[in-house]
């Protein structure tokens, strides 16, 4: 007896098989961003830590932290567009024939003067805060600071 190798599938199984791919590899692609996002670097139980700009920035109100990414956007629709405009001019500049160092080497200077900009008015923000501050609230900021930046928020105060 001779099998037909040639034998196609039924068109509604090979959709149902190519569906049930694409969900598998969307469960995989939100299990292994939530694994990466709380992940251990970032965690002060395990050792990591948060850096001090971005503890800075966490600690102060919706409004001015709002205020200061619409600064930092540039024009653009969102962070996320001007980060994209950002890497397709520098892809833009590292595809160039002929290759201009000096072009690469200005985005990249750019980029950092930009990045510089930006934390220093969220230091200039945060001191206006702490400079208002009384005593006793600036000895609680120092606290959470010694605790490892644990934010008020997401961590319940422990009892003495």
Not at 47 to 67: A, E, I, P, W
Not at 71 to 92: I, N, P, S, Y
Not at 128 to 146: G, I, N, P, Q, T
């Amino acid at each position: 007896m001779k099998i037909d190798s040639t034998a196609k599938s039924p068109r509604w199984l090979r959709i149902l098989l190519g569906l049930s791919l694409a969900l598998n590899l969307a469960v995989v692609g939100v299990a292994a961003g939530a694994a990466y996002r709380f992940s251990a670097k970032d965690h002060p139980k395990t050792g990591g830590s948060q850096s001090f700009g971005r503890m800075l920035f966490r600690d102060l109100d919706r409004q001015t932290r709002q205020s200061l990414r619409r600064d930092a956007e540039g024009g653009h629709k969102d962070f996320h567009a001007k980060r994209q405009a950002e890497a397709q001019a520098l892809a833009a500049a590292l595809k160039a024939k002929p290759f201009n160092v000096q072009a690469v080497e200005a985005l990249l200077t750019e980029q950092s003067v930009m990045r510089q900009k930006f934390q220093d008015r969220v230091q200039d923000a945060w001191l206006a805060k702490v400079a208002e501050m009384s005593d006793e609230a600036r000895a609680d900021l120092a606290a959470r600071f010694e605790r490892g930046g644990k934010h008020r928020k997401f961590h319940k105060p422990k009892d003495p």
